[in-house]
């Protein structure tokens, strides 16, 4: 398969994604659920309508444009996959094979469902991708690594694939920049940046910078179309737990019924916490943020008129050339000797 070819099955896949039929998409999220209870209907249709829209014909080819078409000799790449949310593992897919390499991808319990389906229905499109795409228990035979996982196993990676190229992720998270002169609708934009996905992912904000003496009613107000995570037992289950956690050992905080904004100088929070932090001018918010730019996925803030920010609303919708840790993958892809 050329270069062209693989574009074209990418961009049919795609367009096979936008036009799943609803018993198509019942039976796919009910099995999906089955494997991870985390990944329920409007997750999975989520991440799904996101990978559609990585994979529109215009944006995909003008991004592909700025690479080489084929690698200068193909190799095994071994992908290690998180699960951490549905399909997360997919971009990384698409850069190997859109590259001109050969995919072993070892994807994570939690989205084996997901993973195996989608490259199903690419195969079921174009059937000379199963010679460029397989799914493996070891890596043992990859020339190269990809791999994504916690600080800790990150080490571990970062020891095992020392001697060949490789490209390892670690913790991430993101942050929200408030003011106090948001809209009512700009905080309830927000939420989705909170909420979806259960806050399981390295785009969702776990901590919000706010100015000294922020009135948080407000924002609690806004929040509440999204009191429906509570539907989800594993996120009720943690709200109960850390609320208990939060009033046994008396800890200022706010809560809505539903999630918990506490003052905390850590970025990342547990699953129905925000922690948040405050800022005295712009200069002191643009120094906290240079302090933890290498843990930060990816800023929101309204309008995203604060530089390099996205807008609210917006984090989990990032576009084909928004790589995680902000690291190229597609140039180590093609940089591969």
Not at 46 to 61: F, K, V
Not at 126 to 153: C, H, K, W
Not at 287 to 293: D, E, G, M, P, Y
Request: contains cysteine; negative net charge.
């Amino acid at each position: 398969m050329n270069h062209f070819e693989r574009l074209a099955a990418f961009i049919n896949l795609g367009q096979r994604l936008r036009h799943l039929t609803e018993d198509d998409r019942d039976d796919l999220y009910r099995r999906a659920r089955n494997n991870n209870s985390w990944f329920d209907a409007p997750n999975v249709a989520a991440a799904l309508d996101g990978i559609a829209r990585l994979l529109e014909e215009h944006s995909l080819r003008t991004w592909a444009s700025r690479y080489p078409a084929e690698a200068a000799t193909p190799r095994a790449v071994g992908v290690v996959m998180a699960g951490n949310i549905p399909l997360v593992g997919f971009h990384d897919l698409l850069c190997v094979v859109l590259s001109g390499h050969n995919l072993l991808a070892k994807p994570s319990s939690d989205d084996r469902y997901l993973m195996h389906w989608i490259v199903g229905e690419l195969t079921r499109i174009e059937p000379r991708m199963a010679e460029r795409i397989t799914f493996v228990e070891r890596l043992n035979a990859a020339d190269a690594f990809i791999a994504t996982g916690s600080d800790n196993t990150g080490r571990y990676f970062e020891y095992y694939f020392r001697n060949k190229p490789n490209l390892i992720r670690r913790n991430r998270t993101s942050l929200g920049i408030l003011t106090g002169q948001e809209t009512p609708e700009e905080l309830a934009a927000l939420g989705a940046d909170i909420f979806q996905y259960y806050g399981l992912g390295c785009r969702n904000v776990s901590k919000l910078l706010v100015p000294k003496d922020y009135r948080f009613d407000k924002l609690l107000d806004n929040l509440q179309p999204w009191e429906r995570v509570l539907e989800q037992n594993r996120y009720q289950n943690n709200y109960d737990y850390n609320k208990s956690i939060l009033l046994v050992n008396r800890v200022p905080h706010f809560d809505n019924g539903f999630v918990l904004f506490t003052e905390s100088a850590q970025l990342v929070s547990p699953i129905s916490v925000v922690h948040y932090g405050t800022y005295h001018d712009e200069a002191d918010l643009q120094q906290q943020l240079a302090q933890v730019a290498n843990q930060t996925q990816c800023l929101v803030s309204a309008g995203g008129l604060f530089p390099g920010s996205f807008a609210f609303g917006q984090a989990q919708c990032p576009s084909v050339s928004d790589y995680a840790d902000g690291v190229d993958t597609m140039a180590f892809l093609t940089s591969l000797p």
